[in-house]
């Protein structure tokens, strides 16, 4: 099992920025792959971003690439979501998620994809 915690959510004005991070415990074995997925009131589900574990290749969806960054602190299990230029159409709860193994790419954009999932966080960009 794999335990993932988000924390880093909050209220901001558009155009402003947040980070949010992403810790993972339990049997975190490599190689897997980290996501970012967001869901709005009404919506379903979206990719917003993935982090490869095989030579650090990462994957945005168009909504937020140039705006958003995904890394990753091996040592610290630790994920993050660097989001800039927020607007206020990425208001969301934010959720990060764990492949809990390796993952053909077609596999890395939909939720299907991930084993593990965290509880999400709140991200409200106010206009």
């Known amino acids: 099992q794999v335990q993932l915690v988000e924390s880093g959510g909050g209220l901001v004005q558009a155009g402003g920025s947040l980070r949010l991070s992403c810790a993972a415990s339990?049997?975190?074995?490599?190689?897997?792959?980290m996501g970012w997925f967001r869901q709005a009131p009404g919506k379903e589900r979206e990719f917003v971003a993935v982090?490869?574990?095989?030579?650090?290749?990462?994957y945005y969806a168009d909504s937020v690439k140039g705006r958003f960054t995904i890394s990753r602190d091996n040592a610290k299990n630790t994920v993050y979501l660097k989001m800039n230029s927020l607007k206020p159409e990425d208001t969301s709860v934010y959720y990060c998620?764990?492949?809990?193994?390796?993952?053909?790419?077609?596999?890395?954009?939909?939720?299907?994809?991930?084993?593990?999932w965290g509880q999400g966080t709140q991200v409200t960009v106010s206009s």
């Open positions: 982090l490869r574990w095989s030579g650090g290749i990462t």
């Open positions: 339990g049997r975190t074995f490599s190689p897997y792959d």
């Open positions: 998620a764990h492949t809990g193994g390796p993952r053909d790419y077609s596999a890395l954009f939909a939720s299907e994809g991930y084993a593990y």
